[in-house]
Structure formats: C-alpha cells, structure tokens
Nanobody
Framework: QVQLVESGGGLVQPGGSLRLSCAAS????????MGWYRQVPGKQRELVAA???????NYADFVKGRFTISRDSAKNTVYLQSNSLKPEDTAVYYC??????????????WGKGTLVTVSS
C-alpha cells in the first residue's frame, strides 16, 4: 500500500510565503514524476508544478517566478515553496506521484490535499 501525505498548508497574508511538503510511504520500488495540483470549488483540478526523477521541472504560467518545486529522492518527498502569494492562489493543493510498487505495479497516487488560504 502506498500513501501520500501533504503538510504545510494554512492561512497566509497576501505577499506571504508557505512551504508545502508531500511524503510518499509504503511499498515503493521507485518514483518517477511528482507534482502539485490545486483545485477550488466549482473548477477543475489544475497542474501547479511537476518534477521528474531526473530533475526536469514544469510550472504553470500563473506560478512561474513565484513557486519552486523540489524533491528529496532519499526521503520520497516533494516540496512546493510558494512565495508572493495572491488571494487567487487560495485552493486545496494536492500532491501526486507516479509510483512503481515493490510488486512492479505502476500507477499515479494522490494525497488528500492541504488547504492554502491567502487572505488579509
């Protein structure tokens, strides 16, 4: 069984920063891409940023220059450093990862999400 657990969400003022973390655990053989998505009520979940096992990063246009994704492969953890936050960044942030288990089954796993609220 594989689990992804996010942490680091909360309430922050406009212009502030947050660092989100997502740790994968369980019967993991290898992890390929890891990423962050976000969703607000009534809208589709959208990609925020992703990073491959080789370190290639991809960002949505609306976070370029403000957010940075990184990963610690030894800890099976991905991070999202979010700076210059705006009220429109308010959303539930979800982590996902393409994981191959120890039984060589590969699929995309999702965390349960962490709420980020940007408000004064």
């Amino acid at each position: 069984q594989v689990q992804l657990v996010e942490s680091g969400g909360g309430l922050v003022q406009p212009g502030g920063s947050l660092r989100l973390s997502c740790a994968a655990s369980g019967n993991i053989f290898s992890i390929n891409a890891m990423g962050w998505y976000r969703q607000v009520p009534g809208k589709q979940r959208e990609l925020v940023a992703a990073v491959t096992s080789g370190g290639t990063r991809n960002y949505a246009d609306f976070v370029k220059g403000r957010f940075t994704i990184s990963r610690d492969s030894a800890k099976n953890t991905v991070y999202l450093q979010s700076n210059s936050l705006k009220p429109e960044d308010t959303a539930v942030y979800y982590c996902n990862a393409d994981i191959t288990t120890t039984t060589y089954y590969t699929m995309t796993y999702w965390g349960k999400g962490t709420l980020v609220t940007v408000s004064s």
